[in-house]
């Protein structure tokens, strides 16, 4: 299910349309024919939502795709039911999900069961990791599918983050991203690896259906030097074989019957 080159330049130009007009990150991703993490998985969830799907957006928060409301607006639209389910307060801002459930996911209990689930950047921070599994086999239909798109365990960021005190956190997020403290937090990191996705998926009654690394030449991209630099080494690997250090994991697992 990984995306092809022409599918991620229709995701990149939605985004950002004329790359002129948004400054001098896009064009100089663009011209390393570079995609980041968010494009991988933004074109993975366009390719699963089809017409009459019925998806639930698991964290949600406030957004279905940060980046793209172009896309998020799309595909709300193409959808049957769009159903976000996040604890925390900031999903009342969710412009996009047609029905807000301010829950924990294991506590969520609708009468209808799902065609797709999505988890953006949401399984660093589970505690439960078998509970979480088990719900998602209870709300996705035999055959459904689930989209896990999450950091890298073994990641520089993701050790640093491990290893630094939470309190620290933000003040550093605001000195890469510019990223505010509500958006900020603690992360356990115990399905961050492949092993440990889908050794959790596979217990809980999924098989999966493809794994795939991006490599996420993000983290100095407020940084225009800096940014050149990740980019270039990014290309040097890539021509050599070599995985990128820094990479994000997207995966896609279907509920057997």
Known sequence: MKPGHAQLET????????????????????????FTPDDFYEAIVENLVGEGCAWIDVGCGRDIFPNNQILAKMLADRCEILIGVDPNDNIDENQFVHQRIKSTIDLFR?????????????VEHIIHPTLVVDSLRRLIRP????????VNRWSPSSIFSFLVPFRFHHFIKKILWKT?????FPVLYLMNTRKCLTG?????????CSLIYVADCRIFGNNRFLSFLSLSLWRVL????????????????????
């Open 143 to 150: 055959g459904g599918k689930v989209i896990i798109y999450t």
């Open 11 to 34: 995701i990149f130009r939605l985004k950002y349309g004329n790359t002129r007009k948004k400054g001098w990150g896009p064009r100089m991703r663009l011209w390393f024919n570079y």
């Open 110 to 122: 609708p009468d209808r069961t799902f065609d797709l689930a999505t988890l953006r950047m949401v």
């Open 180 to 184: 505010k403290e509500y958006d900020t």
């Open 200 to 208: 959790h998926f596979e217990l809980g009654g999924f098989k999966e």
């Open 238 to 257: 890539k021509i050599m074989g070599v995985k990128y250090p820094e990479n994000c994991l997207i995966a896609v697992y279907e509920r057997m019957c």
